[in-house]
Nanobody
């Protein structure tokens, strides 16, 4: 049974910080690249950051300008997103994603999301 459970969202002042966590179970966590996506009201879902299975390679959305950091702890089957210098435009539902592609077939899972609200 595959599960991805996000936590750590909430209300924060502009300039503040939050750390999101995603606890995974039901699959071989270390084989999957992990990503954080976000979706604001009325907007399309967008990629925030990704990390490879071994944790050696990272990708970030250019618009974040180094404010966010993704990390993972394979011993704990958990991926994190550290968010600093938060801005009102960061307000969105943040989703955890796990993906693995083998012979052109993509296997992916999604969490239910956690709300992040940055006050104006």
């Amino acid at each position: 049974q595959v599960q991805l459970v996000e936590s750590g969202g909430g209300l924060v002042q502009p300039g503040g910080s939050l750390r999101l966590s995603c606890a995974a179970s039901g699959f071989t966590f270390s084989r999957y690249a992990m990503s954080w996506y976000r979706q604001a009201p009325g907007k399309e879902r967008e990629l925030v950051a990704s990390i490879t299975g071994a944790g050696y390679s990272f990708k970030y959305a250019d618009s974040l300008k180094g404010r966010f950091t993704i990390s993972r702890d394979n011993a704990k089957n958990t991926v994190y997103l550290q968010m600093n210098s938060l801005k009102p435009k960061d307000t969105a539902v943040y989703y955890c994603n796990a993906e693995f592609t083998f012979f052109g077939v993509r296997d992916d899972y999604w969490g239910q999301g956690t709300q992040v609200t940055v006050s104006s």
